[in-house]
């Protein structure tokens, strides 16, 4: 991610004793106690799954209570896993912006399993699933768009669908 990202982007990474909710929420509200932390201005929250999501957004929500006004307030939390009872739910009920939902791998191995026992074929040393975006990113971008009410010099993905890349000169912003 470090090597791929743009260089406006500015990475921080906070790592927990667990991968719970509360390790996040432990974490994130100790590193925004900080002095550093205070003069950061954030657009988003990403974690590697949709419980340190939600963990992160209470310590935010904690930080800025009283402070209707504080830009922290309006953060987009983004979630890893996307399960429909817990990521999708949440995405749904406002509470994380989007998920990424990761596949089911188990499929693909127990048929690289029976391939190396039946037919003695090494499997390959990296099988490669596709996780798909929750809720899709041009429904995302049309939930979002508005969002700042601010329209800034735009930024198309140049494997989006011909279609979907006129729509979304206007739907997607570099900042």
């Not at 990403?46 to 209707?68: H, T, V």
């Not at 949440?90 to 188990?106: D, E, M, N, S």
Request: charged content about 25%; hydrophobic content about 40%.
């Amino acid at each position: 991610m470090l090597e791929t990202k743009p260089e406006t982007v500015t990475v921080r990474l906070l790592k927990s004793t667990n991968w719970t909710g509360d390790g996040a929420f432990r974490a994130t509200n100790s590193w925004l106690r900080l002095s550093t932390a205070q003069r950061e201005h954030f657009n988003l929250i990403q974690a590697q799954n949709d419980a340190l999501a939600l963990g992160a957004r209470r310590a935010f929500e904690d930080q800025s209570k009283g402070s209707p006004n504080n830009h922290r307030t309006h953060l987009l939390f983004l979630g890893v896993d996307g399960l429909p009872q817990t990521g999708q739910a949440w995405v749904r009920q406002g509470l994380l912006a989007a998920t990424v939902v990761i596949p089911a791998v188990t499929p693909n191995a127990l048929e690289a399993l029976v391939n190396a026992i039946n037919k003695r074929v090494q499997p390959p040393e990296r099988t490669l699933v596709a996780p798909e975006s929750f809720p899709r990113i041009p429904d995302l971008l049309v939930k979002h768009a508005s969002r700042e009410g601010e329209k800034k010099s735009c930024s198309i993905d140049k494997h989006q669908p011909a279609a979907q890349a006129d729509r979304s000169k206007r739907l997607l912003y570099k900042s």
